[in-house]
Every structure is written in structure tokens, then in C-alpha cells.
């Protein structure tokens, strides 16, 4: 069965993310009145983030690549768990498209992993809060009760739901071709 390897997809993701990140800011730098939104959430996302200082945009880019790491190191790891164990089931030795429900598990339980983090991270460490992104993401969640946390939960779980429903069939139709080789 070939596995998906967690290292090439952080890598991956933390271009991707330090990509964007410099496009956020040389956008602000160019027209500091249009970037207010892009700097608010920048500031939500990453803690002890404040907008251009030089020690504060190095400490940016480091939780980007940290972030880049997590989200790989927990995601590949549980789809590759998951993708054997429904291979296994079904007697396939080959991983040929993607499953929607090892898709959408995996992203569930990295969603609700990372949303239970950032709570207890705002609860130790108030001062660099970053509830207010999750009040943005998730309709409904305001800081803290249970309720909300629930609501909060409820949206994690939906939200894996819809990635892998639209992610999966994407890139199974897109799997189909066939590609030259890169060496």
C-alpha cells in the first residue's frame, strides 16, 4: 500500500503559508488602509504576533512553519492509519484514489484536536488569545461557555465534512490522468 509521507506535504504547506504570508504584507506595506483586515487576522491566528515589528515578523513566519509541521505530522499520520485499516477490510493492497471517510476523519480529528489546543492555549495564556478567529470561523461560538464550545465542536465536525466531500472527488478526478513523471 503506498503511504502518504508527512514530511514533503509540511514542506509543502509551510511554502505555501510563508508565500501568502509575504504577500499579506507586502500588500499592507503598499496600502497600509486595505491591509487592516489581513493584519487583524494574521494577529488572531498566530499568537504574539503584532504587525511589522522585525522580531514579531520572524515570530510569524517560525509559527507558520510550526503550524505547516502540526498540521502534517497529525493529518498524513491518521489518513495513513485510517486508508489501512479500510484497505485491509477490503483486501486492497493498493491505495489508488482517495476515501472520503478516512479523509473526513482525519480532518475531523485534526480540526477538534487543534480547536481543544487553541482553547486551552487562550485559557493558560490570555494575553495572546486567539478566540476571536475562532468566533470568525465558526458561527455562533463566542468566548467561553460550554454551549460554545459545543456550537464550536458541531462546526469543526462540519467543516471536516465539507473539505473531504469537496477535496476527495476533486482530487480523484484530477488522480485519473496521467502526468509525466518529475525526476
Known amino acids: 500500500m503506498n ?41 488572531w491566528l498566530l499568537p504574539g504576533f503584532h504587525w511589522l515589528t522585525p522580531g514579531s515578523f520572524v515570530l510569524g513566519w517560525l509559527e507558520i512553519i510550526l503550524g505547516s509541521f502540526y498540521t502534517a505530522y497529525i493529518v498524513i499520520p491518521l489518513y495513513n492509519y485510517l486508508i489501512r485499516k479500510t484497505s485491509s477490510q477490503e483486501g486492497r493492497n493498493i491505495m489508488s484514489k482517495l476515501q472520503f471517510k478516512p479523509v473526513a476523519l482525519a480532518l475531523t480529528v485534526f480540526g477538534l484536536i487543534t480547536y481543544i489546543l487553541c482553547i486551552v492555549f487562550d485559557l ?7 478566540y476571536k478567529f475562532w468566533e470568525i470561523l465558526l458561527p455562533g461560538f463566542t468566548w467561553i461557555s460550554w454551549g460554545s464550545f459545543f456550537i464550536g465542536v458541531l462546526g469543526i465536525i462540519v467543516y471536516g465534512l465539507y473539505i473531504a466531500a469537496v477535496f476527495v472527488p476533486i482530487y480523484n478526478y484530477f488522480q485519473k490522468g496521467t502526468y509525466p513523471e518529475m525526476k
Open 124 to 130: 493558560v495564556f490570555p494575553q495572546w488569545a486567539m
Open 3 to 43: 503511504r502518504i509521507q508527512p514530511y514533503p506535504i509540511a514542506l509543502a504547506l509551510t511554502f505555501i503559508f510563508s508565500i501568502l504570508y509575504l504577500i499579506c504584507v507586502v500588500f499592507h506595506l503598499l496600502v497600509p488602509e486595505g491591509g487592516l483586515t489581513m493584519k487583524q487576522g494574521w494577529e
